[in-house]
Antibody, heavy 124, light 112 residues
Framework: EVQLVESGGGLVKPGGSLRVSCAASGITVSNVWMTWVRQAPGKGLEWVGRIKSKSDGGTTHYAAPVKGRFTISREDSKNTLYLQMNSLKTEDTAVYYC???????????????WGQGTLVTVSS | DIVMTQSPDSLAVSLGERATLNCKSSQSVLSSSNNKNYLAWYQQQPGHPPKLLIYWASTRASGVPDRFSGSGSGTDFTLTISSLRAEDVAVYYCQQYYGTPSTFGQGTKVEI
């Protein structure tokens, strides 16, 4: 069974930085495309960014609101995905979920499974 | 970006009755190359992460009960819960993965 467990969320001031993690079991993170999706309190779902599998080049792609501020990476030895968030804004406050891209055969896909999420609060 | 609009925003259904949820995309998500609709549905129960229910508009994900079904094509899609159970109380989201970036609808809340 594939399990994804996020950690590292917390309270950070505007302009600050935070790194959240997603530890995977039952799957090798370098072998799949993985995505971060966020959900602001009481709101809907927003795609944040993805990293391709190592065999597909390991490139990263980001949503416009976070491009240049957020960075997705992997640590293969720990089978863990990361989301480094810099220059945080109040509008980045959300639960951040990691998830795995489905095998759609195209750049975009459905997402399954999802971790339980980690809450990032940006406030002074 | 492709805009996904769900209706209604909320829906109250009696136990054992049918629930019908709608999702409309601002442009077609049907691929002419493979005749597939790039549309998924998710269920988010209170306090839980989203769970994939349906992909390719009508293919049930592994372990999803057959009371959940997806239909539609092009720009108009429906998720049907044939006989509502108490554990189906949740917010349901549609998602298109035809255009980049992938986008979600605002959700439909299903209550008893």
């Amino acid at each position: 069974e594939v399990q994804l467990v996020e950690s590292g969320g917390g309270l950070v001031k505007p302009g600050g930085s935070l790194r959240v993690s997603c530890a995977a079991s039952g799957i090798t993170v370098s072998n799949v495309w993985m995505t971060w999706v966020r959900q602001a309190p009481g709101k809907g779902l927003e795609w944040v960014g993805r990293i391709k599998s190592k065999s597909d080049g390991g490139t990263t792609h980001y949503a416009a609101p976070v491009k240049g501020r957020f960075t997705i990476s992997r640590e293969d030895s720990k089978n863990t995905l990361y989301l480094q968030m810099n220059s945080l804004k109040t509008e980045d406050t959300a639960v951040y979920y990691c998830t795995i891209d489905g095998s759609s055969g195209t750049f975009e896909a459905w997402f399954d499974p999802w971790g339980q999420g980690t809450l990032v609060t940006v406030s002074s | 970006d492709i805009v996904m609009t769900q209706s209604p925003d909320s829906l109250a259904v009696s136990l054992g009755e049918r629930a019908t949820l709608n999702c409309k995309s601002s442009q077609s998500v049907l691929s002419s190359s493979n005749n597939k609709n790039y549309l998924a549905w998710y269920q988010q129960q209170p306090g839980h992460p989203p769970k994939l229910l349906i992909y390719w508009a009508s293919t049930r994900a592994s372990g999803v009960p057959d009371r959940f079904s997806g239909s539609g094509s092009g720009t108009d899609f429906t998720l049907t819960i044939s006989s509502l159970r108490a554990e189906d109380v949740a917010v349901y989201y549609c998602q298109q993965y035809y255009g980049t970036p992938s986008t979600f609808g605002q959700g439909t809340k299903v209550e008893i």
